[in-house]
């Protein structure tokens, strides 16, 4: 499956940014889709999974957690990330990904080895 990720781009502090990662040669309803992201120096993080087992439960990281909001409209084979309240802290380039797994249990699905496939990922930027 070929996953592309859209929707960075520049906003204030306090702002809001809706991403997508499309899904093609695959049907996105029959995996579990992850949200990573990488700033600069740091290693890639965990933000959201949605599984597509478990009644498609929603994780969510520490640092994102009631700001982010992942959903998926498998009709349109594309996962959203609807980021709210913005701060600096969340400049990375975000990666949408897609895992095999039914449903692992939130520790599982917020591994990066969980994956199988990867987009290319989309810059976001966030001014103070």
């Known amino acids: 499956v070929q996953l592309q990720a859209s929707g960075g781009g520049l906003v204030q502090a306090g702002g809001s940014l809706r991403l997508s990662c499309a899904a093609s040669?695959?049907?996105?309803?029959?995996?579990?889709m992850g949200w990573f992201r990488q700033a600069p120096g740091k290693e890639r993080e965990f933000v959201a999974v949605?599984?597509?087992?478990?009644?498609?439960?929603?994780y969510y990281g520490d640092s994102v957690e009631g700001r982010f909001t992942i959903s998926r409209d498998n009709a349109e084979n594309t996962v959203y990330l609807q980021m709210n309240s913005l701060s600096p802290e969340d400049t990375a380039l975000y990666y949408c990904?897609?895992?095999?797994?039914?449903?692992?249990?939130?520790?599982?699905?917020?591994?990066?080895?969980?994956?199988?496939?990867w987009g290319q990922g989309t810059q976001v930027t966030v001014s103070s």
């Open positions: 990904a897609a895992s095999v797994f039914e449903y692992a249990g939130p520790y599982r699905m917020s591994l990066r080895d969980t994956y199988d496939y």
């Open positions: 949605m599984t597509w087992g478990g009644n498609n439960s929603a």
């Open positions: 040669g695959g049907t996105l309803s029959r995996y579990s």
